[in-house]
């Protein structure tokens, strides 16, 4: 598995949002590993490890929080995109980190933290889902359903621009992965009406070029 670089546009959103939640270690401890995390995506097998152990830390002192253990089922799942590894344990290994996504998503119904920890928990799923090789683990649904739920949020105009035009963009990759380019080119232009100026925005611009060309 090798998550691309869109991925990694779609996750450094997330370090420019507001702090919306209580000003406290929590919010310093995520804030901090988002940026040990995000250097993961790019699949670095050190970056990897580091995150990992990263989220392990996280879960010791806040393990109650689907967040963290969202955080911490991705860069599990993450050990799979290291090509220098055998197939099956490159498989093995991103399936552990789907079984605690999956535990996150589950603990979702239960949660009474802030609205914008449950977004980020259903996107740091959906970013994992839709970019796997999906013969292979079967989570491009999944993730569409992640996708749609945030699409659907009752405060999404609400939410931080640079937040949603993330689930505008991670609504166009989902359909660029169903080989709909129709939808995949209504969602880059709403990620770039939303956030012109944002990383997401720039590079919806890029791709939209590309499409027309």
Known sequence: ???????????????????????????????????????????NARAVRKAIKGARVLESRHGKSPLVLAYKGGALALRGSNAAKRPLDRMRETEEGLVVLDR??????????????????????????????DSRFHRLKAGDRLIEQLLAHPKL????????????????????????????KHYLELTVKTDREGKNGKKAQMLLMNMTD
């Open 104 to 133: 996150a998503l589950r603990m979702l119904s239960k949660h009474k933290g802030g609205y914008l920890e449950a977004i980020e928990t259903r996107l740091v799923a959906a970013f994992i889902f839709i970019n796997l090789p």
């Open 157 to 184: 105009m609400q939410m931080p621009q640079s937040l949603q035009a993330s689930i505008y963009f991670a609504a166009a990759t989902s359909a660029e992965k169903r080989n709909n380019p129709a939808q995949s």
């Open 1 to 43: 598995m090798k998550l691309k670089s869109r991925t990694f546009l779609l996750l450094m959103t997330l370090l420019y949002l507001p702090i919306s939640f209580a000003e406290n270690q929590f919010v310093k401890d995520i804030s901090d590993f988002r940026e040990v995390y995000l250097k993961a995506t790019d699949g």
